[in-house]
């Protein structure tokens, strides 16, 4: 049994864990039973797109290799099971860093380039895939491919951000960033309203990495207030790695503990707290992996899983329509503890099915109850599609096939160049091909 992130979906799958130096031969013994195949990495996608309900699941994590790394270029090839974590305890000590990191690094550099990954700094570097610049590919009909934008350029485009179909990927050759120090500088400002959001966002287009905490259960001339935080790369400072320490959550959180109540009562705490108007200097352990010191923090929304939103909107419609979808979770009295809102500037990925591309997005995590969660996310899909949006599949649990074809009129290209051993139930399931969708 495998569980998504959310632990909402559960499915069987004859998992088979690939060890470095024996990949290929594991992969091409996948390739050859009667069973689809899946590339799985972390497992940190929130729903169904790195599962594959009754296929194989190839678990990279063992393909942890660091093939080669020019130090004074920044320029590094890496096996795709190697994890964000493990790259950074490399590169932080001599003076580089990734380009672009979600929220936790303990993703791996494969499930990045197949979700075409983003972060704080979308407005400034655009997403993950900007920076790749070749990928090696097993297919099951054409073998060992290398792809970059001079050489096999559509498969490239499609295999950023394709969620893992178009092949096995094997390694990952990426740019990184240079920095003289670990260490940001970090402005946190109390916002006091969604507008206000907006004009500090426009105010901080200079700084490298901009966010927004929200509270949810904002009303009125209050609706989106939050923490607004901005920070840079501090021009000198230690190149000190990140420390291993964490907690471990022990097991799920009852279910009645989350409540509007007790997110009430962690809304107005974290608002208060003396971090919330932190001005100064920070690790960048802390900043931008804040949830990976709590080791199976999922466990924290309770035996039932969680669902996650995310979505993107046009610039032009995106106070309007994330003003709405505000109005509509304070409405459904279903808090959420992780609401976070950012500014996304002009798509530089060449991946032609990323989810990023200019505009300003909302990610929410919401305690799984069931029916009224569900029709809540509708209502919300519902929001996003009137505004011309967009929903992020590595965070989607049960979006519609409509849906999801209407916003990314390309999957058909992606179908069509899909290897055809590869398949996941997040696939499956918007293109109408079976699956297993979440029903009201």
């Known amino acids: ?167 096995i990927i094997l390694w990952v050759e990426l740019q990184l960033a240079p920095i003289q120090s670990a260490y940001v500088d970090v402005e946190n400002i109390p916002c006091d309203s969604l507008s206000d959001f907006f004009r500090l966002s426009e105010e901080s287009q200079e700084w490298d990495y901009t966010v927004m905490w929200v509270d949810c259960f904002a009303t009125g001339d209050e609706l989106g207030r939050g923490i607004f935080s901005r920070a840079r790369p501090r021009s000198d400072g230690r190149l000190d790695v990140h420390s291993t320490k964490a907690v471990k959550w022990p097991v799920p959180t009852p279910g009645f503990a989350l409540n509007r109540m007790s997110i009430s009562v962690f809304n107005a705490l974290y608002r208060a707290r003396p971090g919330a108007r932190y001005v100064g200097e920070q690790h960048y352990d802390p900043f931008f992996y804040p949830l990976d ?81 569900l029709r809540l996310f509708s209502d919300l899909d519902a929001i996003v599609r009137n505004y011309g949006g967009r929903v992020y599949p590595a965070k989607d649990s049960r979006m519609s096939a409509e849906f999801f074809q209407e916003a990314y009129p390309e999957w058909t290209r992606l179908e069509a160049e899909r290897d055809p051993k590869v398949s996941s139930s997040f696939w499956r399931r918007v293109t109408e091909t079976g699956g297993n969708p979440i029903d009201d």
């Open 1 to 167: 049994m495998v569980l998504s992130w959310g632990r909402v979906q559960r499915y069987e799958h004859d998992v088979r864990r690939l060890r470095a130096g024996r990949e290929i031969a594991q992969i091409k013994a996948a390739f050859e039973g009667e069973a689809s195949v899946l590339a799985h990495g972390l497992g940190r996608s929130y729903g169904d797109v790195a599962l594959n309900d009754g296929g194989c699941l190839l678990v990279t994590p063992g393909m942890d290799q660091l093939i080669s790394a020019d130090w004074e270029t920044g320029r590094v090839r890496t096996s795709a099971g190697l994890s964000n974590e493990e790259l950074l305890r490399v590169c932080v000590p001599k003076g580089w860093f990734l380009p672009v990191t979600p929220g936790t690094k303990f993703v791996t550099l494969g499930g990045a380039v197949a979700n075409d990954v983003h972060g704080k700094n979308h407005h400034k570097k655009g997403s993950f895939g900007a920076h790749v610049t070749r990928i090696g590919l097993l297919r099951s009909d054409r073998g060992f491919v290398e792809l970059s934008r001079d050489e096999n350029a559509d498969l490239f485009a499609l295999t950023l951000g394709g969620l893992g179909l178009t092949g």
């Open 293 to 373: 010191k709590i080791l199976d923090w999922n466990l924290l929304y309770g035996s039932k899983g969680f669902f996650q939103h995310q979505s993107l909107l046009p610039p032009e419609l995106g106070e309007a329509g994330i003003r709405e979808m505000l109005q509509r979770i304070a409405q459904s009295g279903q808090g959420s503890f992780l609401a976070v809102l950012k500014v996304h500037g002009p798509e530089t990925s060449p991946g032609v099915m990323s989810f990023c591309r200019e505009g300003v997005s909302l990610a929410l995590d919401f305690a799984n109850k069931g029916a009224s969660t």
